[in-house]
């Protein structure tokens, strides 16, 4: 008898202390919905568009989204980003001639059979630090030639040499400025498609600067689909000025949290400049995390401005950017605006027709799912679904934040203790008990 007590009590205090009450995660824990609109069923998965409310108020990864049909139940989804997809092929070539002339430098290549159309070529340099505007031209017998573009900016800067480099084309002063780690190239170029046995890159001198020696040119014949993107004009809301680093920082609004960035485009208040510029990303105005280090430039090649404003930032998610210019001891340029880019993102699902869908978001406590969608649809292209879109954003009345629930022992620790309790009084019981009967005896 007394076992049997002591094991039935042991038994209910392990099992208060071990159950964590369960959870059926429903859609109340989901603050915000869209109903989602197809409107395309030509093809097996339709892609919806992902937009800046979605952006704004889910998880940064995007991980609690949940496709829920007319039943509650979870639906498939797969995202997926419509970025840069080039293809294409390289054409075999040889370099017949490389001569440096008295004016100009002229690379010669004969490609080889079977002939095949060109579209895309990119120059190959022996060195660095370099502007120049170069002619491209084709012949089928070396001798007649033809010009496929000309006046083409090409530049290769690797910022190792000294202040004096940059200072030729700016007139401006980088003495103490450190080029050492960065560098900056646009060496390949778009071409009228053409078919030519051989192709030749002439590049003239340039005054009293040294010859620009070309190893080598690659030639593809490429197709390339052009990314789908947004563009986020930005609102600026601070600009100050730092005396010590000698630069000018600015911090830009794009208006919603998690914007994923893949580039931005700024414009600064002047011309015939060089700057490094550092570029930070932040949500909430106080914890920033570092994006990209890099430099803008405007210099004058000839009769022809050669500008780079654009910084590429990767996978960036943010709504504030501060952009930190700095200036040395040349006049101050500051940011005049500001624009970003995204990437599109598309929400892919199967749908069955006749049936609405909805997207829930706004879980901070949602575990990110993996469907097998995403391998089934993996490689295909946005034109390989059908289409939809996003309705507007409704909030879910019945919201609650998510909590996570613990077991009994940490939620409701007295329950603990009463069991304990309990469990001492029956010991003591028992223990009288037993004593009893041994006096009897």
Known sequence: ML??????LTFAVLFISA????CDITAKYWEFEKQILITDYSKKAAAVLLDKEVYDSAREDLGDLRVLDPKGQEHPYDVIIHGDMPTGQKLALNVISNDIGQTESVITVELKEPLKPFNYLKVVPASNNFARKITVEGSNDNRNWEVIRKGIVVYSFAFQMTHTFFEQYTHESYYGYGFGTYTEENLAMRVPQKVFKFVRVIVPHDQDKEPVELKSLDIFRTVEAAP????FSATLIKTET?????????????GSKNIPLSRIDIAVDGSNFFRRVEIEGSNDLKKW??????VIFSIAVDD???TKTTIKLGKAKARYIKVKVFNGDNKPISLVSLTGYSLKRYLVIIPEQGVEYKLLYGNRSAKALNYDLGAVIKGKTIESFGKGSLAGQVRNVNYEPYKELLPWTEDKPYILWIAMGAIILGLIYLGSQVVNKTEKK
Do not use: C, F, T
């Open 289 to 294: 995390n570092k994006l990209a280090r890099d």
């Open 242 to 254: 730092d005396a010590a680093s000698k630069s000018v920082e600015s911090i830009a609004d794009l």
């Open 19 to 22: 159950s964590p009450l369960l």
């Open 3 to 8: 076992r049997r007590i002591s094991a039935a």
């Open 228 to 231: 789908e993107e947004y563009s």
């Open 304 to 306: 022809q401005v050669e």
